[in-house]
């Protein structure tokens, strides 16, 4: 898009402070350099970039295609969806973001696709704790089944609460109204 910079600054000035890229349904590639200049613009504005993250049938996102993005620009602060891999939970392969502080995710479409939340947990666990959001993919998945299948974790309740509201309102700068 040849006018991002004055489409960012008509998002900043209405409230909007991310950008969402799907580059499977888009069609592009997440890391292509072209997009550069645009995360250069988002990180020198406090805004952030979340993506969907992964699919096991073609290479256009996934977590070797945001590593470049978020070394490039250590200040952009980056959600990789789908605790960074959808479809694909090879631990080897997402633990590369979880160790950059300006990497988030969110655990949107992760538990509707396993039968057993071990390999999950284990990449959930290896984020920061700080940086694990909720999501339910919607309209895709229903968020009360999402929720549901989220408490059905096991996961202690100072996570589960920070995941599901406390982490994200910090994220975004929120003030109670």
Same mark, same amino acid.
């Given at each position: 898009?040849?006018?991002?910079? $004055? $489409? ?13 890229? /799907?580059?499977?349904?888009? /069609? ?20 952030? %970039? =979340? ?15 945001? %590593? ?10 980056? =959600? ?25 995710t969110d655990i949107s479409s992760a538990c509707s696709y396993v039968k057993d939340p071990k390999p999950l947990l284990k990449i959930l666990h290896t984020y920061d704790p700080t940086h694990l959001f909720f999501g339910?993919?919607?309209? =895709?998945?229903?968020?009360?089944? $999402?929720?549901?299948?989220?408490? /059905?974790?096991? %996961? ?16 975004? /700068?929120?003030?109670?109204?």
């Amino acid at each position: 898009y040849e006018n991002y910079v $004055e $489409e960012l600054k008509w998002m900043r000035e209405n409230g909007i402070f991310g950008v969402k890229l /799907h580059p499977e349904f888009q /069609h592009f590639v997440l890391d292509d350099e072209r997009l550069f200049p645009m995360f250069e613009e988002m990180e020198r504005h406090d805004m952030f %970039l =979340i993506s969907h993250m992964g699919d096991p049938r073609v290479n256009v996102s996934g977590p070797a295609r945001l %590593l470049p993005i978020a070394k490039t620009f250590p200040k952009l602060r980056c =959600i990789g969806a789908h605790l960074g891999n959808w479809g694909d939970w090879d631990y080897d392969k997402i633990y590369p973001l979880t160790q950059l502080s300006n990497v988030y995710t969110d655990i949107s479409s992760a538990c509707s696709y396993v039968k057993d939340p071990k390999p999950l947990l284990k990449i959930l666990h290896t984020y920061d704790p700080t940086h694990l959001f909720f999501g339910s993919d919607y309209p =895709i998945w229903c968020p009360k089944k $999402e929720l549901e299948k989220t408490l /059905h974790l096991g %996961l202690d309740q100072q996570l589960l609460e920070d995941i599901l509201f406390n982490n994200f309102a910090k994220f975004y /700068h929120y003030k109670a109204l």
